[in-house]
C-alpha cells in the first residue's frame, strides 16, 4: 500500500519549511533603480589555480563539457574574500556551479546579501515577490497548491525560455545566486542553464563576424504587460519600464570570451534594421539557444542547493517538469556587473558585407 502524505490524509498543504521567506507583494513599494556604477569583477582577483575556492572539495565534476560544474565539500559562507573572488573566475569559465547541502540557505538574510554583494550591487526586481519581513534584493520563487501564481503566468506558452534576469539594466547581472528552500519530491523543477559562449562559437565565422557591431534594444514593456495580463494587479508593478541598448555579441570582461547577448523574454529589436530583418535574425538566435541541448546542462534540485551562474555568458529556462501543487521554494539574490563590452569588429570589405547582407535577408 502506498503512504499518503500529509497533504492527502487532511487536503490541506503542509506549512512551509522557511515561512520568512515566503512571497510578499506590497502595493505602496516603489523600486528606485541601482543606476550606474564602476564595477570591478572580482574573477580579475582570482588565483587562476583556485586553491581557496577547491581547498575543501571532496569532488568537482563538471556537468556537461560546456556548462556547469558541481562542487561538493564547499560551503559559501566559509569562502573568504579570495575564495569568492576564485568563485567569480571559475563561474566565468564554467558559466555555473552548483554546491550542496550549503549552511547559506541557514544564515539570515543580512549574511546571505554581505556573500552575494562580493560580486556587485544587488537588484530590485520591479514586480517578482520579496520577503515579507525581509531585504527588498530578494526574489522568492514560490509555486505550491497554495499559490499557483507562477503556473499562471505560463500557461499560455512553453515554460522553455531561456533568458537573461534583467538584461534591460544598463549594467546587467554577473554571477547570480539561486537557492533552493523546498523543492519537489523526487525529480522535476529543474534549471536548464546554456552557455551563451558556446552559442556563438557553433556559428559559423561569416556569421559570428555579421553580428559583431550589432546593438540590440532590451526592454521589460512586454514582461510588464504579460505579468499585467496574468496576474490583473498593476499594485505589484514596482518599477517603470526598463530600456536599455546592448552589444549583440560581448566580451566576457575577465576571460574575454566572446558570447551571445540576446534573450527572447527582453531583447526587442536590432538599432538601425527594419522590422522584418530584424526579427528574422533574433529569431534564428532564439530558436538557436533554446535547441542548443548540446550547449547546456540541467541542474536537478534538492534542499540546500546553491546555483551560481554567470549571465554574461549563460541563459537560463525553469522547466515546470512537476506536479502542480507540489511546493517549489527558492530565493534569487541578483549583483549586477558592468556594462556590457562589445566585441571589435574586424576589418571587412564593405561589398562582401553587403552581399552578406542581402543572403542573410534571402534565407529569412
Known amino acids: 500500500m502506498a503512504i499518503k502524505t500529509a497533504a492527502e490524509i487532511t487536503g490541506q498543504a503542509p506549512e512551509a519549511l522557511y515561512p520568512d521567506y515566503l512571497p510578499f507583494y506590497d502595493p505602496l513599494e516603489k523600486v528606485e533603480p541601482v543606476g550606474s556604477f564602476e564595477h570591478q569583477d572580482p574573477g ?72 552575494a554583494k562580493h560580486f556587485g550591487p ?22 505550491s497548491q497554495d499559490d499557483l501564481r507562477i ?33 519537489p519530491p523526487g525529480v522535476g523543477g529543474d534549471t536548464i542553464i546554456s552557455s551563451t559562449v558556446r552559442a556563438y562559437q557553433s556559428l559559423s565565422p561569416s556569421f559570428r563576424k555579421r553580428l559583431e557591431g550589432l546593438w540590440a534594444v532590451h526592454s521589460t514593456q512586454k514582461a510588464v504587460s504579460r505579468e499585467l495580463r496574468d496576474n490583473g494587479d498593476s499594485s505589484v508593478v514596482r518599477k517603470p519600464v526598463t530600456r536599455s541598448i546592448h552589444p549583440v555579441v560581448t566580451v566576457h570582461p575577465v576571460t574575454g570570451e566572446k558570447a551571445l547577448f540576446v534573450n527572447s523574454s527582453y531583447t526587442e529589436s536590432i538599432v538601425g534594421w527594419d522590422d522584418d530583418e530584424s526579427d528574422c535574425i533574433l529569431r534564428f538566435l532564439f530558436d538557436h539557444i533554446n535547441r542548443g541541448h548540446g550547449f547546456a546542462c540541467s541542474v536537478r534540485y534538492e534542499p540546500g542547493t546553491v546555483v551560481i551562474w554567470d549571465q554574461r555568458v ?28 562589445p566585441s571589435k569588429i574586424e576589418e571587412d570589405d564593405g561589398e562582401c558585407r553587403k552581399d552578406e547582407d ?5 534565407l529569412c
Request: hydrophobic content about 35%; aromatic content about 8%; charged content about 25%.
Open 151 to 183: 503556473r499562471k503566468s505560463w500557461a499560455r506558452k512553453n515554460p522553455i525560455q531561456f533568458h537573461v534576469d534583467q538584461s534591460p539594466e544598463l549594467q546587467p547581472p554577473g554571477a547570480t545566486f539561486f537557492c533552493m528552500l523546498e523543492s
Open 44 to 115: 580579475h582577483r582570482a588565483d587562476p589555480r583556485k586553491p581557496n575556492l577547491l581547498r575543501t572539495a571532496t569532488a568537482v565534476t563538471d556537468l556537461s563539457p560546456h556548462c556547469g560544474t558541481e562542487l561538493l565539500g564547499v560551503q559559501l559562507d566559509e569562502l573568504g574574500n579570495d575564495g569568492l573572488d576564485e568563485l567569480a573566475l571559475m563561474c566565468a569559465e564554467r558559466g555555473c556551479l552548483v554546491f550542496r547541502d550549503q549552511h547559506y540557505i541557514e544564515i539570515g538574510f543580512e549574511a546571505q546579501k554581505r556573500i
Open 314 to 341: 549563460t541563459q537560463h529556462s525553469q522547466t515546470l517538469n512537476y506536479d502542480a501543487g507540489h511546493r517549489r521554494h527558492a530565493f534569487r539574490l541578483t549583483p549586477l556587473a558592468n556594462v556590457p563590452i
Open 358 to 362: 542581402r543572403m542573410l535577408l534571402n
Open 122 to 143: 544587488l537588484h530590485k526586481h520591479g514586480w517578482m515577490p520579496h520577503p515579507k519581513n525581509g531585504p527588498e534584493e530578494f526574489v522568492i520563487v514560490y509555486d
